[in-house]
């Protein structure tokens, strides 16, 4: 019998953890580094997996604060007396980390919404990147499936929403998603003003809240409940949204990272919903997945409404990120000087390529991948958007086309996003013939075991 970890083994994990952290975020921006997200979420995930069968390696009193709403909704989670107690620790943590990177660097920086943003673009930023990140947590973390699954991609999950966010929300808010994060930066910086961490922590929080609710919904066998067709759908309007509103960020935002920060995006979200529902986020996966005929539960009215809802998360997320940036938008089309005959060239191979790799690494049963599948289908957008991204943008996937459309508002994007979306289909279909050819043994080995 394995021995329980005391409470004090767990408090000094979630004080190390939570000032690791801390401290790297504040050397990352006092030295301007356009890694940093990457590298804070390495310090994150490193400190997840060292110390995640100690403490549970929350890290971050929203993250406790979920599992502690989640406990008290009858499903897995803290009892309130930890959560409490974690998140005292995590606060005094942050607070000394950034105490500590402030003496070391001489100078500090103060907490507040990026310029020409206030507090209600900041807050939805916070809101929605804290949801996801502790959506994240529990999903590969704690929810009942871990106990026998024994999974070992959870760090890496919960480590690639902050390079997700990072770079899509950094730009507005900053990217804390963290009442102990909010609370050190604003206390280290009190001479130049106090009070953000306040009003960040609300929306944190309250993201947190949103995570445990939308835990237990698609996640219903939890909590003593049954999963119905409304759980897969919900799955995949939540991937959607996901991808598409880091997409529309990363543009808007101008970031350094785009590509990877999108791809991030998409990885974890595959490895927190890919028991639920599949994890297409796609319709041009779906229809792939669907022509190979290798996944008999997906049905021609299944796939309908899994595209359908993919769309409406597309477009809800368009809407979100048009929002946060008080109505700007960008066009969906050739980029610069490109033509349609490149956008339908690049458009067409990087999303074979994306729905070819979706089929053999989670689909065929020969080359099925049980723990890197999120990080190499999420990879297909770092490879397709670096690419491609100066041709056509990058879209690759019908939902983020339309979502693209529905932020830009405008008639000519509307018709530029059926012409993506249906040279993305045909990719689709495209991939599903040739992989019927690659993987035929999977039949075979269906016949010899027959």
């Not at 801390?22 to 110390?51: H, P, Q």
């Not at 100690?54 to 803290?78: D, E, H, Q, R, Y």
């Not at 390529?353 to 890197?372: E, G, I, P, R, Y």
Request: net charge negative; charged share 10%.
């Amino acid at each position: 019998m394995v021995a329980e970890p005391t409470l004090t083994s767990k408090l000094v994990a979630e004080f190390v953890g939570t000032f690791v952290l801390v401290f790297t975020i504040g050397n990352n921006v006092l030295s301007f580094n356009s890694w940093g997200g990457v590298s804070i979420a390495c310090a994150l995930m490193v400190a997840i997996y060292g110390l995640g069968a100690i403490s549970g390696a929350n890290f971050n009193p929203a993250v406790s604060v979920t599992l502690g709403i989640s406990k008290a909704m009858g499903g897995p989670g803290l009892d309130w007396n930890t959560v409490g107690t974690y998140c005292s620790v995590q606060c005094l943590a942050g607070m000394a980390a950034a105490v500590m990177y402030s003496l070391l660097h001489g100078e500090t920086f103060n907490l507040q919404p990026a310029e020409g943003f206030g507090w209600l673009n900041a807050g939805i930023c916070e809101l929605l990147y804290t949801f996801v990140l502790c959506f994240v947590v529990m999903n590969v973390a704690a929810a009942r499936k871990n106990g026998t699954e024994k999974n070992q991609y959870y760090g890496i999950a919960i480590g690639f929403v902050i390079i997700a966010g990072a770079y899509a929300a950094g730009s507005v808010s900053g990217g804390c998603f963290n009442p102990a994060v909010a609370l050190g930066i604003d206390v280290s910086s009190a001479g130049i003003g106090f009070g953000w961490s306040i009003p960040y922590a609300i929306f944190e929080l309250a993201g947190a809240a949103m995570a445990a609710a939308v835990f237990k919904f698609v996640r219903p066998g939890d909590f003593g409940g049954e999963a119905t067709p409304a759980t897969e759908l919900a799955s995949e309007f939540l991937g959607t949204y996901v991808l598409v509103l880091t997409v529309g960020l990363n543009v808007l935002g101008s970031s350094s990272a785009g590509a990877f920060s999108i791809a991030a995006g998409l990885t974890s979200m595959i490895y927190a919903l890919g028991d639920v529902s599949g994890a297409h986020f796609n319709p041009a996966v779906t229809v792939a997945i669907l022509a190979s005929k290798r996944c008999p539960e997906l049905t021609p009215a299944k796939a309908a409404t899994f595209v359908a809802t993919q769309i409406l998360g597309g477009i809800a997320a368009g809407c979100t990120y048009s929002f946060i940036y008080a109505g700007q938008a960008f066009p969906l089309g050739p980029v610069g000087k490109s033509t349609w005959s490149q956008v339908v060239v690049a458009e067409f191979i990087f999303t074979f390529v994306l729905s070819f790799v979706v089929l053999c690494v989670a689909v065929s049963s020969t080359t099925k991948s049980s723990q890197m599948f999120g990080l190499l289908i999420g990879s297909c957008v770092t490879v397709g958007g670096c690419a491609i991204g100066s041709i056509s943008g990058g879209s690759l996937n019908p939902a983020v086309s339309f979502g693209i459309a529905a932020g830009d508002g405008k008639s000519g994007s509307l018709f530029n996003a059926l012409a993506y979306a249906g040279i993305e289909t045909m990719a689709g279909v495209v991939a599903a013939t040739v992989f019927k050819v690659t993987h035929e043994v999977d039949v075979e080995d269906k016949h010899l075991i027959a």
